[in-house]
């Protein structure tokens, strides 16, 4: 564009620019008139009953006690509110009978789907897709705004790299910048760019604050030990972006940071959280996290738990009742500044005001809903798809099935319950379509069915022979094993991780009776699947795939549609290597594969000694961001714009992927930093970009990645930026252990 039409474009664009400008300032101004207006009608016992939320019943009864609390003005919010019907009572009640109208947010566990479930957030991060994620989101929010929810405890962003700990599931996995980009996604899919009052949007939840997947020997609920360094650099930078993308809420985690509760740290929910990030959403605590503190020897008593928690600003109490019991009487005695209370009333507020609350009057789902519709149940079927990571594959996929009888054996081949996965509160088990449905509805008599085994637990053999005698005949045989739902999720980690039951034995005994197995995994975290590997022709990690995970697997495995899925978690081979993620520090003396194994009597020899096991080899099982396709992908070299740039300046780097193969395809393109020289030791891989490209055989595209001071920067451990001079790696390949890298140079930084 010439000058003159810039500048003539400068001219229209300027009025606009301003009346937007002026615009959002006066709908901000509206709304704070509007939070101040209804702010100040309230007493003091109103103003904590909005910074009290309670828990109701399922069904459509309103328990007497919710009903009390909202004519007494003693609660703000109500979570897990029953059914339409039982929320519609709720609103009305509060708009014929509270003392103030103010209404309820609805809160519910909305985490990956509503009544349409999609794949467990661990495995929608394996389709490195923000696209994908940020609509599932959107159909989520949707489905339960149509039933009068208008608040989600989600995204989970927890960095998770204890495979152990069953809250992986619920996490995007491993890595800070893939949480950060897939957890705003999920923000955005529920709010919107902000929050509104538009029909569909609700408010999203960073959550946990923070720290919870770092929790020890991956028990939930467990200790937490995070250097200030890790935090800033690991643990914030997704609940920093999920604010930068206008996150409502935040929650507070179960577990301490260094000894302090998440729900009365100062340091996290004030000097970071308000001072540094600036935050002006509401944050409510966990479920009981505030009165666990007594259990945690922080707190002496439930007078302690309101104190300490006012003390951080936590705005809103979930469930335990210590400010319903003591927060006026800790104002009056002033031991709790009234500003505290205002400053939280406020803040909820705000939320409800920029929802539309008080402009919305819930009268049950609406006749056009589209809660498990034709799209959405579409929309989950390609997120199902793109979430499949193939980990294996000798020529056994796509399987070409003609004529041939193919085999469907399993306890998880058709396991509805099982494979909508933890967190599925409102799923409905009957609109479930599993693998068997799809495999019988495509193939007919040609599937030969055998569960194998009672259930996914069960350690009764009983069935295993007759299942190999009924595949006689059968040469590729599907086997679907993997963890019932129950086994991820909250309070449910697992000190073992690898195939729960007799599985293994069924597999065995398949493999023995030389059948091509194809095994595909549904779990709700990274298993170790050992001596398994070697006996399937083929892997397919389906995670807990959701309502339409039968029809995603069935058009991946004949070949309809190529997996593209990559792993968002590091696979261990052996639960001996965890804490294993691909962003781990060099150590001073690198890992030399020679060390494995010792023979006996091999005399101390102190010298050459590495970062080893004698046992298990150092690399895992599965790397992140990998996943294999049935097509092939080049990647060229990567082409810098420049390998010199100073503070401020920004570079690109340029590689051309090529589908060589003869299917269509994804390739996710990832691009990573090594940090060679710093004030601190910085990772020898961290993820900074990733490009997701469908190409047809034959068919190539360019993609570019911008390098600049946000990619090369990193915090010191108070949370000051770190730029500083000298080499840094830039690797660009399709994997965290299949990359091409050229060093580039920060100069003259001071
Ligand atoms: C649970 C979970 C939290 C959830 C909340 C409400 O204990 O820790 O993630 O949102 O309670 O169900």
Known sequence: MNRVNKFVAALVLMPVLALNNMLSAQTNQSMENKVNTIFNQLTLEQKIGQMTQIASTNGDEVPKYVIDAIKEGRVGSILNAG????????????????????????????????????????????????????????????????????????????????????????????????????????????????????????????????????????????????????????????????????????????????????????????????????????????????????????????????????????????????????????????????????TAVKNILSVKVALGLFEQEYNGVPKNTEILSATHKAEAKKMAIESLVLLKNENALPLKIKDQKIGIVGPLADAPAEQVGTWSLDAVIDEVETPLNAFQEAFGDQIVFAQGLENARSNNTDQIQATVDSMKGVKDVIVFAGEDAILSGEGHSRAFIHLPGAQEALIDALAEAGKNIILVVQAGRPLTLGTIEDKVKAILYAWHPGTMGGPAILDVITGKVTPSGKLPVTFPRTLGQVPIYYSSIESGRPANPQMLGIPTGTPLDPVGLTNNYLDVSVTPAYAFGYGLSYTSFSISKPKFSNTELVKGERITVTVEVKNTGKYEGAEVVQLYIHDKVASYMRPKLELKGFEKVYLAPGESKKVTFEIGDDQLSFFDKNGNVLLEKGKFEIFVGNASDNLASEIITLKNIK
Not at 240 to 261: H, R, S
């Open 83 to 342: 059914t339409p019907k039982a929320i519609e009572k709720i609103q009305k009640i509060v708009a014929k009978e509270s003392p103030n109208k103010i209404p309820l947010i609805i809160g519910r566990d909305v985490i990956h789907g509503y009544k349409t479930i999609f794949p467990i957030p661990l495995g929608q991060a394996a389709s490195w897709n923000r696209k994908l994620v940020e609509t599932g989101a959107n159909i989520a929010g949707k489905e339960a705004y149509d039933e009068g929810i208008n608040w989600t405890f989600a995204p989970m962003i927890d960095i998770s790299r204890d495979p152990r700990w069953g809250r992986i599931a619920e996490s995007l996995g491993e890595d800070p910048y893939l949480t950060a980009e897939l957890g705003a996604a999920m923000v955005v899919g529920f709010q919107g760019n902000e929050l509104s009052s538009e029909k569909g949007r609700i408010a999203a939840c960073a959550k946990h604050f923070i720290g919870y997947g770092a929790t020890e020997n991956g028990k939930d609920y467990n200790a937490v030990s995070i250097p200030d360094y890790q935090l800033w650099n690991t643990y914030l930078p997704p609940f920093k972006a999920a604010l930068d993308a206008g996150v409502g809420t935040f929650m507070t985690a179960f577990n301490d940071i260094n000894g302090i509760p998440a729900s009365a740290n100062q340091f996290l929910l004030k000097e970071v959280l308000r001072d540094k990030w600036n935050f002006d959403g509401f944050v409510v605590s966990d479920w009981e996290s505030m009165s666990q503190m007594i259990n945690q020897g922080y707190s002496e008593n439930l007078r302690d738990v309101a104190l300490q928690s006012a003390s951080a600003q936590l705005d809103m109490e979930m469930v335990s009742s210590a400010y319903q019991k003591h927060l006026k009487e800790l104002i009056e005695s002033g031991e709790i500044d009234i500003e505290v209370v205002n």
